[in-house]
């Protein structure tokens, strides 16, 4: 056979074949590498030697901008910092400066509804596995504008879920939020081809944990909101928020109570909510669970309760926007 | 701050302050993404939303080009697809054509000895975890320059090793050879902060499983060649090439046999000899393991033996030595 030999113009300036699906959804890209940020996603790139690739030596956060604000910020930036340093992985700035170029990145990009990944890397130089061979931690941002409309059934008629058979990820990613995401990925491929929208985790004891990429909550038939402890799992930050914001639904007399706590697959099959959090759709309703209705069959008063919380929450609550300095 | 917005000039003509360290190694590269093979290192990049990036969704192999010809290429073939099937992860092309556009990236490169690295991820379209949105798998190749020297007392002299305490891996990954490597890179920090050069891993029973990115084998006091079952790590190529040749050794009388069985942490600490085997450096004798003499303290008898037998095979049995067609 013989391969095309490829110099820079044929990659980048002569009608690039691999501009690709998705990429006109890529709005700004801040790279450490480059030094600088760029907005045409053919830029949009990475060195191959990066640890991150080669080795999953690396971290991630996702976040949502809403209205113009950063949502929930402060509390993604610390589990950022936190995650990097139970891996012993430098930060390449300080967290200011981390925060300040993540506001410029998305400043640039205009975007004002749309989310956004951080990544900090162990760097290149070599394709080893070493994470002390010389190198410098790498830092990227990028914002991605949100193509995808979320089907409003989502929310009025409620998703479906499964218990996976996927292998638990070892405990040591419930505190690192690491790009090691191959068993996540699995659980989302088993639940698509058993036409469910969430594959659910369970730990070694038997007790709930997460989905993919996503927490879960369930109300007991006593109406108490559970949700898990972070033994086995990531500390969600919509979860978090979301159990502070549920404290008033308990004062509302909606809720009996918050309460994280063992919770068993038979307590999830006989609640009467069960709930779906992440920092990409917040919250959504779980109506059918390894082929049973969950409590009614369709979204209860909790989840609408609760969705509205949130929203205000993520709209208005000033504590928790940080605006983005727009030119 | 003000962090400058780059163009594709600023990236890619401008006297790149980017092009790094250790880039002068990489020779060539075949990307599926670019439909073509690259021979500049400052476009040997990867779109920053390919799933292997964001979700270590993905699988790769590593060996090695010896005087032109690619060592135990079928192996590492069979154990590629073999990877990609069990997270049905298609491949873009069939096994034929992965096979040439290896052998064309490596005649473009012109290297004669050096390194190979295949990648093959769940492409890319957006930054999700779920592997079964639109996209196409996509394949690389990258062709590593020997640039290191290794040092020669490492066979002479011998290297070092300690007990690792970084938790074991899932046995999942005992039959995917994934990127997603966090917890073998910690395993190589551990090593280094206790000025070892390499960390071994034990299975919950408290068996020998393997190092960071290599298999280990001892041989007894009573002379037989012993190395783990297969149920908690990676069946290694250099292992099973390994075990295969020293039944020669056998024949000879330097070993009393060969063995794949259960090993305690005990019989580790008693053996005479222990080895460590890898496609990168073959065979290397460990002499001191957790501050412990190994037998004599030296390179022994069976480490010079094999280390022979192995240099044979990789420049002259021809049945596991694929030429390359270089122009």
Redesign the interface.
Known sequence: ????????D????EAP??R????S??AA??SS????????P????????????????GI?E?FDIVNGFVYNFEAHLARFERSAGL??LDLPFDMD?IR??TL??LA?SGAKDC?V?L?LS?G????G????T??KSLF?V?V?LKSFEIPPQTYTEGVTAITTHV??????YAQ?K?????????V??EA?RNNADYGIWYDHEGHLTES??ENVAIVSREGILKYPRFDHMLKGTTLLRAAELAKGLVAGGTLKGVSQTDITQQEVYDSTEMLILTSAFFVVPVVKYDGKAIGAGKPGPVFHQLAGLIQKDKTENREVLTPIPYP
Do not use: Q
């Open positions: 056979m013989s391969i095309k030999i490829l110099s820079r044929d990659i980048f300036t074949e691999w690709r699906p998705g990429a959804n890529y890209m801040y590498v480059f030094g600088g940020i760029v907005t045409d053919a830029l949009m790139v990475m060195p191959l030697d990066d640890h991150i690739i080669n080795r999953g030596d991630f996702y891996i012993s400066t300040a170029i410029e990145t640039v989310g990944r990544f162990r290149f130089g070599d394709f596995c070493d994470p002390t010389p190198k990227y990028v991605i292998p638990l990820k070892p405990d040591f690192v690491s790009t090691c995401y191959l068993l996540n990925a699995l989302d491929l698509r993919s990429t």
